[in-house]
């Protein structure tokens, strides 16, 4: 299947603003979550057949501990507490990369903050 981009800043966001003063990111922004448990950014992805795809998220940490989240695909877990460790600075982006299993047609994707300091600053998801 061709790849798609989904940036964070057009997405759903619980708990969490829209910013642009970070460099490196893609699009007109990026997510900064609310630094709580709970904060989140919901993506609708669609896929044109059922089955497993790549699905890579771009994000910086620019802190000196990870950032977990959980990942849900449809409300189902794709990554329990993946860590979003320390990129080094806010203008640094990576990429780290889960299996998400589709449906045809659209899915949610939700990243969720797991703990007190919330997610890393998200700025897009790619489907594989
Ligand atoms: C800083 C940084 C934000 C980041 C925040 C955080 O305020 O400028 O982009 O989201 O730290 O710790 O989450």
Redesign the pocket.
Known sequence: APSSEYQAESAAISQGVV?S??AGFTGSGFV?LD?LAGSYVEFTVTAAAAGPRPLTIRFAN??TAGRPMDVLVNGVLAADERPFDPTGA?TTWVETTVTADLQAGANTVRLLSTTAS?GP?LDRITLG
């Open positions: 910013e003063n970070h900064n630094n620019g802190t806010w919330g600053n």
